[in-house]
């Protein structure tokens, strides 16, 4: 590590620009016995000229 101080608003413009994956998953179990799992797969990525939205414009 360099040492070098980055504000959250710098971290979060540089991890946007690239994309971030976030993927997860969480079992709620009792005596062993799973009840609920829940799944997590997102990407977060900004929207440009280069990489349009998937989901059409509305218009206002």
């Not at 709620?28 to 280069?50: G, T, W």
């Amino acid at each position: 590590m360099t040492g070098e101080e980055v504000a959250l608003v710098d971290l979060l413009d540089r991890l946007l620009a690239g994309g971030v994956v976030l993927a997860g998953d969480i079992t709620l179990s009792i005596a062993d016995i799973d009840l609920v799992r829940i799944d997590l797969k997102a990407l977060i990525s900004s929207v440009n000229d280069a990489v349009p939205s998937p989901w059409k414009q509305v218009s206002a």
